[in-house]
Nanobody, 122 residues
């Protein structure tokens, strides 16, 4: 089992950057594939990016390709999401998640953090 805590959200102007972190408890972080998801008001939760357990494989939603980078540090039990060139439409609550399958599908993830708010002003 793993517990996840996100941090790094906040208010930023369009074109700015933020880096989200997801701290994981437990000794098994390195065995999980990880993902970042987001949910805007009135919209369904959507995957932003995913990374394999080793960090060697990554996949992204088309809407964030070239702007966001997912990475992980297994020695620090931490997942990251570097977000550059932010747009107002990136405004959402961002969640990290852990699962046994490398996928962008939310059903592949068993453990979820509580979320961190990202607000991008125009």
């Amino acid at each position: 089992q793993v517990q996840l805590v996100e941090s790094g959200g906040g208010l930023v102007q369009a074109g700015g950057s933020l880096r989200l972190s997801c701290a994981a408890s437990g000794r098994t972080f390195s065995s999980y594939n990880m993902g970042w998801f987001r949910q805007a008001p009135g919209k369904e939760r959507e995957n932003v990016a995913a990374v394999s357990w080793s960090g060697s494989n990554t996949i992204y939603a088309d809407s964030v390709k070239g702007r966001f980078t997912i990475s992980r540090d297994n020695a620090k039990n931490t997942l990251y999401l570097q977000m550059n060139t932010l747009k107002p439409e990136d405004t959402a609550v961002y969640y990290c998640a852990a699962g046994s399958i490398y996928s962008r599908n939310s059903r592949a993830y068993n453990y979820w953090g509580q979320g961190t708010q990202v607000t991008v002003s125009s």
